[in-house]
């Protein structure tokens, strides 16, 4: 069984920046891509930030030159790296992973969610 633990979320002044770690355990064969999305109470859930196995990374326009998405292979670990953080970031933010199987392709797992709160 695999699972995402999150961590790092919380409360922030606005201009000041958080680092979000999200670990995958278990026994998965591989991981592949990876992502953060956000979502808001009344909200869409939103993409972030994605990075794929090689470590190509894209992000929503949204969060773009402010966050970075960066991953330790070894650790089977993401992370979402936000600076200048704005009112706006506050949501929700969920970790997602591609789990590959030995044999039988790939399925999705998402971690639970960690707050983050942007406010003075």
């Known amino acids: 069984q695999v699972q995402l633990v999150e961590s790092g979320g919380g409360l922030v002044q606005p201009g000041g920046s958080l680092r979000l770690s999200c670990v995958v355990s278990?026994?998965?064969?591989?991981?592949?891509?990876m992502a953060w999305y956000r979502q808001d109470p009344g909200k869409q859930r939103e993409l972030v930030a994605t990075i794929t196995n090689g470590g190509t990374t894209n992000y929503g326009d949204s969060v773009k030159g402010r966050f970075t998405i960066s991953r330790d292979k070894a650790k089977n670990t993401v992370y979402l790296q936000m600076n200048s953080l704005k009112t706006e970031d506050t949501a929700v933010y969920y970790c997602y992973t591609e789990i590959r199987t030995l044999y039988s392709g790939s399925y999705s797992a998402w971690g639970q969610g960690t707050q983050v709160t942007v406010s003075s």
């Open positions: 278990g026994s998965p064969w591989s991981i592949g891509n």
